[in-house]
């Protein structure tokens, strides 16, 4: 199935934003995700094994629509297209990632913290932005601000959002879907805690915007 942007969207709400070190722990904790009702997931290039993990994720639940994330450089472009990702995340935007994120043709999310880098990457041609760090760079009442005078762009923040806050983002006009490590946290994928990983995807699964 070819994955369009308008496909993530709809199929997302909280996505499990996920650092990942281990390939052995990619298929429990991909079962335990979708156990829990969730259909998209961003896997963070933060780790060595980050894209053996991607692709190990996909083939134990092909059904998973999978990103990689913290994408930097057009040869992580490459690397993650390869491993088998089904949209790309960036933290940010350069003169450089632009054409090979546009090129891919994949869906992206590409990183903005502020008004100016939103209407630039609008206007480079994406049309659905992370907004990163969330909290750090505003949060819901910057969000709520730039509303007004940016009303067609939309938005997914991303960046120490809390199972209770996500609620109130999703609420926003201007967010299509938040990304949230509370979900499967480092340490709870750690010990291999699959029960309160699918309880907190049940959780987050039932959140809409």
């Known amino acids: 199935m070819t994955i369009t942007l308008e496909t993530l969207v709809r199929?997302?709400?909280v996505i499990?934003?996920?650092t990942v070190g281990d390939v052995a722990k990619a298929a429990p904790l991909a079962r335990a995700l979708k156990a829990g009702g969730l259909r998209v997931i961003e896997m963070?290039?933060?780790?060595p094994a980050a894209l053996d993990v991607l692709t190990a994720m996909k083939s134990a639940e092909?059904?998973?629509i999978i990103g990689m994330g913290t994408i930097r450089t057009p040869e992580q472009v490459a690397d993650a297209m390869a491993a088998g990702a089904d949209f790309l995340v960036s933290p940010g935007l350069s003169p450089e990632l632009i054409p090979a994120l546009l090129g891919?043709?994949?869906?992206?999310?590409?990183?903005v913290a502020t008004a100016g880098e939103a209407m630039s990457a609008v206007e480079a041609g994406f049309?659905?932005?992370?907004?990163f760090p969330a909290e750090q760079a505003g949060g819901r009442p910057y969000l709520k601000s730039i509303?007004?005078?940016?009303?067609?762009?939309?938005?997914?923040p991303t960046g120490s959002i809390t199972r209770e806050m996500a609620p109130d983002y999703l609420a926003l006009p201007n967010v299509v879907c938040v990304g949230g490590s509370w979900i499967a946290t480092g340490a709870m994928i750690e010990a291999g805690d699959w029960d309160a990983i699918t309880a907190n995807a049940a959780a987050a699964a039932a959140m809409k915007a």
Do not use: E
């Open 11 to 13: 199929a997302a709400s």
């Open 16 to 18: 499990p934003v996920l």
């Open 44 to 47: 963070t290039m933060r780790t």
């Open 62 to 64: 092909p059904d998973l």
């Open 104 to 111: 891919s043709g994949l869906p992206v999310l590409p990183g």
């Open 127 to 131: 049309d659905v932005l992370k907004f």
């Open 147 to 156: 509303a007004g005078p940016l009303p067609d762009i939309r938005f997914c």
